[in-house]
């Protein structure tokens, strides 16, 4: 209801000062205090006759044009000398008083008659109707007394050159009245526009550095570039540039340069503020103003024609995003408040006054209305409300702060409490870690160990120090076949990845290297502990393998085990076939059968049922692939299906092993009546595991078909 109630208004503001706009090229001036706009008709022509400086001049067939626009606006599209004549009767109130006349921005070189007589020029027009020296500064002129005729008709004449099409007033700040009076207006004007000027360089400076130091608050950043951008705008408008710069070009780029980036910095400033965006229309946003900035820039290099082409469309086409940005940031503010945002009320009631005044601004500038125009004033506004916003938003955040910084203290209380019990934890825990007489590890995500107790120099030989940050599973032994080198790693790392992944432990038996490079076979203990690091602390925990109590008791037992084509099945396989041998064999009898029915499982599934032939085996081991090249047959179709049997009796007397496959077999005496140095000269590295097992068994006996193997080992009695 509101805002439909300021727009009425607006509305009849425009409505009544286009009504009371002049028909005629006359104005009466009669009070000696009053300011008289000449923002008003005038008589126009698009030609240059130097009689047309003359007060007797009958100019009632010029066609009339608005005094305070731009003529492009206006539906004149000519570039080159122009005159304008206003006709001026004054009382007899000001008789012998001198007149003061205030020209505004005026593009862009001109020449000011009274009665016929030459009274200033700005810029410079060449004998041929040229621009030599463009100069639109505004100004303050004198006209003495002796040129004025009281109760008479005075004419005030302006010869006028326009820069690529663009020629007449830019802003409004253009009156005549007595000088006394005028002198005042003027003073006051230029003292309030160069306040507004410093005014917002200062809150843009200020924003831009509170943006600066506070990375989470954008839009303090944003509303700086933003008030620096009005800053620019309104100087360039208001002509201060030339404070600074004695230059043309340079208060074109300030005026432009504001213009350009006004509506970019506006957009961005609320959405950070209200930390909401529509993309596809920022996009579009930046799309324009990257073409006509670039355009801009251009045409301070290549003036003719791009210069031509930016007044007639690069400057509407601006003057639509700005109106586009506004309808937006209008848009995001509504959303706000639908929100109840903190802020949003009392920034749209600000937002409101300057988007009004922008609109105004615009339709001023493109001739379609004559209101005054205070989109300065407006905007010392919105930054009032804006800080006001800011201000709201900064008490509630400073709240949060307050309440979550009670709570942190809290925290931090309750925390250094827990610290202390950590720390008396952590000591009475390591004195037990230290104390233990098991090889303890903590290791990370990937395996590397952070930590392991001294007693690891007793287990293993190894200084705790020398493997802190080295790979844990190298310390799991390997066989001397190459085939089943890491191996016996991958079974490690598989269940090390299974607790890393679900949490828990998980026990069982493998073989460590010692330092001395020997074997030394272990029961290890995996265990997911949760810690402060990013992932789990896996605890490792490595103890003596004490024997079996079943298999202590056991005198006799025969069993089968029938599994797949898995390489890491044969360590677990033979842990569980050897446990039985250890009870009546010494640790290292006990521990060669262990390796040489490894060895025999994994030919069977190797050479047995995935028919990996030796030439296969030694090129896929030198290529470094020769677990993926295994992977790869396990999973082919005529493979898969295919099972290993393992027979197992033991008695006091003896063990016997038969170790059955479902492949073709293979010439097994032509393999038996090789000896070991001559695999050695060879140099290949699997074909040993036979070998091994010859060495560890009394009896070793293959069927015919080479598909299945019978070991035995004699307990009691020395090997024949």
Not at 415 to 443: M, Q
Request: with cysteine.
């Amino acid at each position: 209801m509101r805002i439909r109630t300021v727009l009425l208004v607006f509305a009849l503001l425009t409505a009544t000062a286009l009504a009371a706009e002049s028909d005629d090229a006359l104005l009466q001036i009669e009070n000696p205090q009053s300011i008289y706009s000449l923002d008003r008709s005038w008589r126009f022509q698009m030609a240059d006759q130097a009689h047309f400086a003359l007060a007797t001049l009958d100019d009632s067939q010029w066609p009339l044009m608005r005094g305070g626009a731009l003529w492009l606006r206006q539906g004149y599209d000519y570039d080159g000398v122009a005159w304008m004549r206003l006709h001026v009767r004054i009382s007899a109130q000001l008789r012998q008083q001198d007149l003061a006349l205030a020209i505004p921005y005026f593009y862009a070189a001109n020449e000011v008659y009274f009665n016929g007589v030459r009274i200033s020029a700005q810029g410079r027009i060449g004998p041929q109707g040229q621009l030599e020296r463009p100069d639109v500064r505004a100004r303050l002129l004198y006209i003495p007394a002796s040129l004025v005729q009281a109760d008479g008709d005075n004419v005030l004449a302006l010869r006028v050159r326009s820069f690529h099409f663009l020629g007449g007033a830019l802003t409004q700040n253009f009156f005549l009245s007595a000088a006394d009076a005028g002198v005042d207006h003027h003073q006051r004007l230029s003292a309030w526009h160069a306040a507004l000027a410093v005014l917002f360089v200062f809150v843009g400076l200020s924003h831009i550095l509170t943006g600066s130091l506070r990375r989470h608050d954008r839009h303090y950043l944003h509303f700086g570039f933003f008030s620096l951008t009005a800053a620019a705008l309104h100087a360039g408008q208001q002509s201060i540039g030339y404070w600074l710069v004695d230059s043309f070009y340079f208060n074109l780029i300030l005026l432009n340069g504001g213009i350009l980036f006004f509506p970019y910095f506006l957009t961005l400033f609320f959405r950070r503020f209200f930390d909401t965006r529509i993309r596809l229309f920022e996009y579009l946003l930046m799309a324009l103003l990257v073409g006509t900035c670039s355009l801009f820039v251009l045409t301070l290099f290549i003036p003719d024609p791009l210069y031509d082409i930016y007044a007639r469309y690069g400057v509407s086409t601006v003057l639509a995003v700005v109106l586009a940005s506004l309808v937006y940031s209008a848009f995001l503010t509504v959303r706000a408040m639908r929100m109840r945002l903190t802020g949003a009320r009392i920034l749209s009631a600000g937002f409101l006054v300057f988007g009004l005044a922008a609109i105004n601004e615009m339709t001023s500038y493109m001739n379609v209305t004559q209101t005054p125009r205070v989109l300065d004033e407006a905007f010392l506004v919105f930054v009032v409300t804006m800080q006001t916003a800011v201000a709201l938003r900064f008490r509630q955040v400073n709240r949060q702060l307050e309440g979550a910084t009670a709570e942190l203290h809290a925290r931090a209380d309750a925390l250094d409490r827990a610290n202390r019990e950590l720390e008396v934890s952590e000591r009475r825990y390591r004195t037990l870690i230290d104390s233990s007489s098991d090889p303890i590890f903590s290791l990370d995500s990937a395996g590397r160990i952070q930590s392991v107790n001294p007693c690891i120099r007793d287990r293993l030989g190894y200084l705790s120090q020398s493997l802190i940050g080295h790979d844990f599973f190298e310390l799991i032994y390997e066989s001397t076949d190459a085939s089943l080198e890491h191996l016996s790693q991958r079974v490690v790392r598989d269940e090390f990845e299974r607790v890393r992944s679900r949490g828990g432990s998980v026990q069982f038996r493998t073989i460590f290297r010692t330092r001395l490079l020997e074997p030394h076979e272990m029961e290890l203990r995996f265990e997911s502990i949760e810690g402060d690091a990013p992932g789990p602390v896996i605890s490792a925990r490595l103890s003596s393998v004490e024997g079996d109590e079943l298999a202590r008791l056991c005198l006799a037992e025969a069993q089968r085990y029938v599994f797949g084509n898995y390489l890491r099945l044969a360590e677990t396989i033979s842990n569980r076939l050897a446990g039985g041998v250890a009870r009546y064999c010494d640790a290292d009898e006990a521990f060669g059968v262990k390796l040489s029915l490894r060895e025999m499982i994994v030919n069977a599934i190797e050479h047995g049922n995935l028919e990996i032939s030796y030439n296969e085996k030694t090129e896929a081991q030198q290529e470094g692939r020769y677990i993926e090249f295994v992977q790869e047959r396990q999973r082919r179709t005529e493979y898969a299906g295919r099972t290993i049997t393992v027979d197992y009796r033991m008695s006091p007397r003896r063990a016997a092993f038969r170790i059955t496959d479902q492949g073709r077999g293979f010439n097994h005496r032509l393999m038996l009546r090789r000896s070991p140095d001559e695999v050695n000269r060879e140099g290949i590295a699997h074909g040993r595991g036979l070998f091994l097992t010859l060495s560890h068994f009394d009896g070793v006996r293959y069927n015919e078909k080479g598909n299945s193997v019978l070991l035995i080992k004699r307990f009691g009695r020395r090997r024949s």
